[in-house]
């Protein structure tokens, strides 16, 4: 029976803990690691000389038939224990939830906020306030209230202290984010805490307890302090990851950031004055992760792994060349279209002329854009990481853009097809597709210390241009309904001869059954292509081989749903297959759990 306490944690916390451990384990890093002791060791320090008054006060009783008997000030080994592992599973469950999600798009201040934001914020503050107040009322008079005021006078400040500082940062999240990794832990406290206490491995005593009961043996005391305490673990994750976020987000705020920053850096960055902000900056990261969000759920997902400002850039990256794409195919005219496709150059010539790194150059660019592009489309010009990025593949990626004009025309007769053979199959996906992937690599070598030698960089790069291959011909394999509803056909015509057919003829009815034939033709060429590389990323540095790999992996399996014929509807894009979520989730976490 001296082991009932300690036999809780055997039979409900440990293996809580242990399974959101095996879960975890592939999307764990470093970072996540350390932010996880940083908050175990500040709710021990925080909850210890607290729980120490409670029990030399006679509030919390252990029978001594309950608890194995090392203490530390009073405080039973197994209690101690607890502070932990509360603290680990709730770290652990806001870190699963939190793993999708791009903190840098939350950051705001005073004159960026909503007044709803603003206004809840400052409820939050009255509420937190009036609730230190009626803690200590309860304290001072004693009695049946005195458990209670303890709680809140004890929680209290710390909850407005971070709630001060993240107020407008914790309102923005989904509530998913935020509310979810609070609640689902108490709720599982409190079914433990009832167990626990109906069996009496810890009690209260009466004359310090109000006596109403949540249900069956729970008091409302214990329900508050399990709900309590998960909201002081959950806001202190979201206040570091604030600084995170700022530390991540600005860098000429904060120019060095190491992989696992100090907890002098993060309380700087907590406490520098929004104002100081550049929302300008923020508010093209919200746009793009927007974009994100709505064009490509699988690098979307895949984004969620890679670390701190390497994901920033990869993501605005990807909202630049979407943005490019979308001005190119949205146009009615084949003259209009180039007429992007010259703005985007002049662009790129901009940023990329020999002083291109001075205020006065940049200005020079930033005006370009606002004079010749529409306003949806400044920030993912703007934010595009050309320090970190070479000229060629952009420059590439816009002739790729030109051989979609030729699909432009409206006159179905005059419409051309320029995919003729294989070897113009392989142009377009390089232009379109290897330039990506080719620009995605060097944003990876330029954020990571590799100090790669430069064979190894050649190999890298030819590697990123082969798979690129791979992941358009799925994407083209993908897309033949999709593409024919447009009038553009990407099979190779030489192809569709050889099948007794002609682009028309595609279009009129892709899903015929020869269509379908080259279909997994094509998927064939993929992962052929795929095959080549695949063994090559092995190379990459291990901090982003294993998100690099999900990227590839996540849109491969598109491929592998196609020929299996398994796919769902697209719920964005009639016509278009993608992959079950959860398939999804299965494929990114095996791959990381591989790593």
Same mark, same amino acid.
């Given at each position: 029976?001296?082991?009932?306490?300690?036999?809780?944690?055997?039979?409900?916390?440990? /293996?809580?803990?242990?399974?959101?451990?095996?879960?975890?384990?592939?999307?764990?890093?470093?970072?996540?690691?350390?932010?996880?002791?940083?908050?175990?060791?500040?709710?021990?320090?925080?909850?210890?000389?607290?729980?120490?008054?409670?029990?030399? +006060? *006679?509030?919390?009783?252990?029978?001594?038939?309950?608890?194995?008997?090392?203490?530390?000030?009073?405080?039973?080994?197994?209690?101690?224990?607890?502070?932990?592992?509360?603290?680990?599973?709730?770290?652990?469950? @806001?870190?699963?939830?939190?793993? /999708?999600?791009? +903190?840098?798009?939350?950051?705001?201040?005073? =004159?960026?906020?909503?007044?709803?934001?603003?206004?809840?914020?400052?409820?939050?503050?009255?509420?937190?306030?009036?609730?230190?107040?009626?803690?200590?009322?309860?304290?001072?008079?004693?009695?049946?209230?005195?458990?209670?005021?303890?709680?809140?006078?004890?929680?209290?400040?710390?909850?407005?202290?971070?709630?001060?500082?993240?107020?407008?940062? $914790?309102?923005?999240?989904? $509530?998913?984010?935020?509310?979810?990794?609070?609640?689902?832990?108490?709720?599982?406290?409190?079914?433990?805490?009832?167990?626990?206490?109906?069996?009496?491995?810890?009690?209260?005593?009466?004359?310090?307890?109000? *006596?109403?009961?949540?249900?069956?043996?729970?008091?409302?005391?214990?329900?508050?302090?399990?709900?309590?305490?998960?909201?002081?673990?959950?806001?202190?994750?979201?206040?570091?990851?604030?600084?995170? &976020?700022?530390?991540?987000?600005?860098?000429?705020?904060?120019?060095?950031?190491?992989?696992?920053?100090?907890?002098?850096?993060?309380?700087? &960055?907590?406490?520098?004055? /929004?104002?100081?902000?550049?929302?300008?900056?923020?508010?093209?990261?919200?746009?793009?992760?927007?974009?994100?969000?709505?064009?490509?759920?699988?690098?979307?997902?895949?984004?969620?792994?890679? /670390?701190? !400002?390497?994901?920033?850039?990869?993501?605005?990256?990807?909202?630049?060349?979407?943005?490019?794409?979308?001005?190119?195919?949205?146009?009615?005219?084949?003259?209009?279209?180039?007429?992007?496709? =010259?703005?985007?150059?002049?662009?790129?010539?901009?940023? @990329?002329?020999?002083?291109?790194?001075?205020?006065?150059?940049?200005? %020079? &660019?930033?005006?370009?854009?606002?004079?010749?592009?529409?306003?949806?489309?400044?920030?993912?010009?703007?934010?595009?990481?050309?320090?970190?990025?070479?000229?060629?593949?952009?420059?590439?990626?816009?002739?790729?853009?030109?051989?979609?004009?030729?699909?432009?025309?409206?006159?179905?007769?005059?419409?051309?097809?320029?995919?003729?053979?294989?070897?113009? $199959?392989?142009?377009?996906? +390089?232009?379109?597709?290897?330039?990506?992937?080719?620009?995605?690599?060097?944003?990876?070598?330029? =954020?990571?210390?590799?100090?790669?030698?430069?064979?190894?960089?050649?190999?890298?790069?030819?590697?990123?241009?082969?798979?690129? +291959?791979?992941?358009?011909?799925?994407? %083209?394999?993908?897309?033949?309904?999709?593409?024919?509803?447009?009038? !553009?056909? @990407?099979?190779?015509?030489?192809?569709?001869?050889?099948?007794?057919?002609?682009?028309?003829?595609?279009?009129?009815?892709?899903?015929?059954?020869?269509?379908?034939?080259? !279909?997994?033709?094509?998927?064939? =060429?993929?992962?052929?292509? @795929?095959?080549?590389?695949?063994?090559?990323?092995? $190379?990459?540095?291990?901090?982003?081989?294993?998100?690099?790999?999900?990227?590839?992996?996540?849109?491969?399996?598109?491929?592998?749903?196609?020929?299996?014929?398994?796919?769902?509807?697209?719920?964005?894009?009639?016509? !278009?297959?993608?992959?079950?979520?959860?398939?999804?989730?299965?494929?990114?976490?095996?791959?990381?759990?591989?790593?």
């Amino acid at each position: 029976m001296a082991y009932d306490y300690a036999l809780v944690h055997v039979k409900y916390t440990i /293996p809580l803990a242990g399974l959101l451990t095996f879960i975890l384990k592939p999307l764990l890093t470093k970072l996540d690691l350390y932010k996880t002791l940083t908050l175990i060791l500040i709710a021990f320090f925080a909850t210890l000389p607290w729980d120490s008054y409670l029990i030399r +006060h *006679g509030v919390w009783t252990y029978p001594p038939d309950a608890i194995a008997g090392p203490r530390l000030f009073g405080v039973p080994a197994e209690e101690l224990f607890f502070f932990v592992v509360q603290t680990y599973i709730t770290s652990m469950i @806001y870190i699963l939830l939190n793993k /999708p999600v791009l +903190h840098a798009q939350f950051l705001t201040n005073k =004159h960026d906020s909503s007044s709803r934001s603003r206004s809840i914020r400052t409820v939050g503050q009255i509420f937190l306030v009036g609730c230190i107040a009626a803690g200590a009322s309860l304290v001072r008079k004693g009695g049946q209230g005195t458990y209670l005021g303890l709680i809140l006078v004890w929680a209290c400040p710390f909850a407005l202290l971070t709630w001060t500082f993240s107020g407008y940062f $914790l309102i923005k999240p989904p $509530l998913l984010c935020v509310a979810t990794p609070i609640i689902l832990p108490t709720v599982y406290l409190w079914v433990v805490d009832e167990l626990a206490l109906g069996r009496g491995t810890w009690a209260i005593e009466s004359g310090t307890k109000l *006596g109403w009961r949540l249900w069956g043996s729970l008091e409302l005391e214990e329900a508050i302090f399990f709900l309590a305490t998960n909201t002081l673990i959950v806001f202190g994750l979201v206040a570091f990851d604030r600084a995170l &976020a700022v530390l991540y987000t600005f860098a000429e705020l904060f120019s060095d950031v190491p992989q696992s920053p100090s907890l002098n850096l993060l309380v700087k &960055a907590a406490l520098t004055d /929004p104002a100081k902000y550049d929302m300008t900056r923020v508010n093209g990261i919200r746009e793009a992760v927007e974009t994100l969000r709505r064009k490509s759920r699988s690098f979307y997902l895949a984004s969620s792994v890679f /670390p701190g !400002r390497l994901r920033i850039d990869l993501i605005l990256l990807y909202s630049f060349c979407r943005v490019a794409d979308d001005l190119v195919d949205d146009s009615r005219i084949e003259e209009e279209a180039l007429s992007w496709i =010259h703005k985007l150059r002049k662009y790129l010539d901009l940023v @990329y002329n020999a002083e291109s790194q001075s205020p006065s150059s940049t200005q %020079i &660019a930033n005006k370009f854009v606002e004079s010749n592009f529409p306003k949806q489309a400044w920030s993912a010009l703007k934010l595009l990481p050309t320090k970190f990025l070479p000229s060629k593949p952009l420059y590439e990626l816009l002739s790729g853009f030109e051989m979609d004009l030729s699909f432009i025309n409206t006159d179905s007769e005059k419409r051309r097809f320029p995919i003729k053979d294989e070897a113009d $199959l392989e142009l377009y996906a +390089h232009r379109v597709a290897s330039t990506v992937g080719e620009l995605c690599l060097w944003l990876v070598l330029r =954020h990571i210390d590799t100090n790669l030698p430069s064979d190894k960089e050649s190999i890298l790069v030819t590697a990123a241009q082969t798979m690129g +291959h791979a992941l358009q011909y799925v994407n %083209i394999a993908r897309d033949i309904l999709v593409d024919a509803e447009m009038g !553009r056909v @990407y099979l190779p015509t030489n192809w569709l001869k050889e099948e007794n057919l002609t682009p028309q003829d595609t279009i009129k009815d892709p899903k015929q059954p020869k269509v379908e034939k080259l !279909r997994q033709k094509l998927l064939d =060429h993929a992962f052929k292509e @795929y095959n080549r590389s695949r063994s090559t990323m092995n $190379l990459l540095p291990r901090e982003v081989r294993g998100p690099l790999i999900v990227a590839v992996e996540s849109y491969m399996e598109i491929g592998r749903v196609l020929r299996e014929k398994t796919g769902v509807p697209s719920k964005t894009r009639r016509g !278009r297959a993608t992959v079950p979520r959860l398939r999804r989730i299965w494929v990114a976490w095996k791959n990381l759990l591989a790593e």
